[in-house]
Nanobody, 122 residues
Framework: QVHLVESGGGLVQAGGSLRLSCEAT????????MAWYRQAPGKQRESVAI???????SYGEFAKGRFTISRDRSKNTAYLQMDSLKPEDTAVYYC????????????????WGQGTQVTVSS
């Protein structure tokens, strides 16, 4: 019943920037953690950034110093600011909420969005 929708992907030149958004909708009471993952063709899914409520964000090694995760708790939305993009950043980026409490007190686990394509040209 809880859904995640990513947006903001697109085509950029190497060295450019993109800002991704992930909006969680539905009967949401609270979301403890929101995260970004990515998967390029022929590669394993990678953790990009993770941020728990009130916690310090954690980043994949490739993202450190270039990507920034943030959250708007009032809107149940997560953002991923990506700067200094490289061709190797080309991938489908997915939003994930591993643990969501609904307004009825139910818990929904491991909710994923459909992904947004990020393509970085050389």
């Amino acid at each position: 019943q809880v859904h995640l929708v990513e947006s903001g992907g697109g085509l950029v030149q190497a060295g450019g920037s993109l800002r991704l958004s992930c909006e969680a909708t539905g009967p949401i009471s609270s979301i403890n953690t929101m995260a970004w993952y990515r998967q390029a063709p022929g590669k394993q899914r990678e953790s990009v950034a993770i941020m728990a409520s009130g916690g310090t964000p954690s980043y994949g090694e490739f993202a450190k110093g270039r990507f920034t995760i943030s959250r708007d708790r009032s809107k149940n939305t997560a953002y991923l600011q990506m700067d200094s993009l490289k061709p190797e950043d080309t991938a489908v980026y997915y939003c994930n909420a591993p643990w969501v409490v609904t307004t009825s007190g139910k818990i929904e686990h491991d909710t994923w969005g459909q992904g947004t394509q990020v393509t970085v040209s050389s």
